[in-house]
């Protein structure tokens, strides 16, 4: 399934080298941090930063075994993720600070301050950045298409612990202002374990309301509950969309594709399997949500494949290893290999930290003529 740096980076030794950096980040944060302190207040608090910088980060990473159900936990770890995000910021203007230092002198305590400021800044922007929803255009011909169709094609809202309810509202009230014919989903409706403790009702409620003329379409991502979940399909169901698990629906337009999520069902069918049952002429649209599906639809000569997953990387510098991971094609954006063009989203909502820096929270419209 994965390849190459792909493959490391899913890795134990990956895993491994990522605490360690962590680790050294952590300890870099507080000398720097500390420095400032005892720079502007004369006092030395190195060993008290270090223990809430490592609070902090190990409740990040311990958070997928804590009790998340309780409101307190989720809050707990939204202010983490937030300070996080902020400490990030600020590791990377030091880093910046020391390189340039190299070869410039500044003050050592206003450089200090600017990067705070500069630092807090940027975690603000990419606070409010990251709840503004674009739209992405993208036209695309296919063979044997007579009138023109309108799709609006969402991915990762992440509905939970930072995509909440009025998130939620803003993005089906952005999508049914585009008026299109059709609504798919790529996956991702809800973020890690959500769906155990949102409110459910509420939530079918706000997507009943998305419109779409001639249907709405749906797949599971790798933080839905798994396809085998009887819960999810009743879900759907309530919502008013069809969700698709390694099956195909005839529209009038096309042939729509739902594959399950490779990760959380790597024995999945393959598709060569699913299209065989396909008798008609029509386009076909594949929606997977792991861009490591475009290599299939290209194999089985789909004419449009949709993805999501990959978040654009989301910020600064997971964006770098995202577009190494996956590769230009499966990254972010448009491609097109032999008849087959694809899509890859970098999604309606967020996770893990509630910031975008670099990327965009989108809605892709896609005009096929």
């Avoid at 608090?45 to 804590?66: D, K, P, R, W």
């Avoid at 790529?186 to 973020?191: C, K, L, N, V």
């Avoid at 001639?214 to 819960?231: C, E, F």
Wanted: with cysteine; net charge positive.
């Amino acid at each position: 399934m994965y390849k190459g740096f792909a493959k490391f980076i899913r890795g134990k030794a990956f895993s491994i080298l990522f605490l360690i950096v962590s680790f050294l980040s952590v300890g870099y944060t507080t000398v720097r941090i500390g420095a400032v302190l005892e720079c502007c207040f004369a006092v030395k608090v190195y060993g008290v930063l270090f223990g809430i910088f490592l609070l902090l980060f190990g409740y990040m990473l311990l958070y997928h075994t804590s009790k998340r159900k309780i409101k307190k936990t989720r809050s707990f770890y939204e202010l983490c993720s937030v300070v996080l995000s902020f400490l990030l910021n600020l590791v990377l203007c030091l880093l910046a600070e020391d390189f340039i230092g190299m070869f410039l002198h500044f003050s050592d305590s206003k450089v200090y301050i600017l990067a705070i400021i500069v630092s807090v800044l940027l975690t603000v922007y990419g606070f409010l950045h990251a709840n503004h929803i674009y739209i992405k255009h993208y036209a695309i011909p296919l063979e044997d298409r007579k009138n023109p169709v309108k799709v609006a094609f969402l991915s990762d809202i992440h509905t939970g612990t930072f995509v909440n309810k009025r998130q939620l509202r803003k993005i089906i009230d952005q999508t049914n202002r585009m008026q299109c014919d059709y609504v798919l989903i790529a996956g991702d409706t809800f973020d890690v374990d959500a769906f155990d403790y949102c409110n459910l009702s509420e939530i079918a409620e706000e997507l009943q309301r998305l419109k779409a003329v001639k249907g709405v379409y749906a797949i599971l991502g790798n933080h839905d509950p798994v396809s085998t979940d009887a819960r999810m399909r009743e879900f759907f169901q309530k919502s008013k969309i069809r969700l698709l698990v390694d099956e195909i629906i005839e529209t009038e337009d096309f042939i729509i594709i739902g594959r399950d999520d490779i990760n959380s069902n790597p024995k999945r069918k393959a598709l060569t399997e699913i299209v065989q049952k396909i008798c008609s002429d029509k386009p076909k649209i594949l929606m997977d949500h792991n861009p490591v599906g475009i290599a299939d639809g290209i194999q089985n000569d789909i004419d449009l494949v949709v993805c999501g997953h990959t978040h654009k990387g989301q910020f600064f510098p997971a964006n770098l290893f995202t577009k190494w991971s996956y590769g230009k094609q499966g990254f972010y954006g448009y491609s097109k290999t032999n008849k087959t063009h694809s899509i890859v989203s970098s999604g309606a909502g967020y996770f893990q930290m509630p910031i975008r820096i670099g990327t965009n929270s989108e809605i892709v419209q896609i005009d096929i003529t």
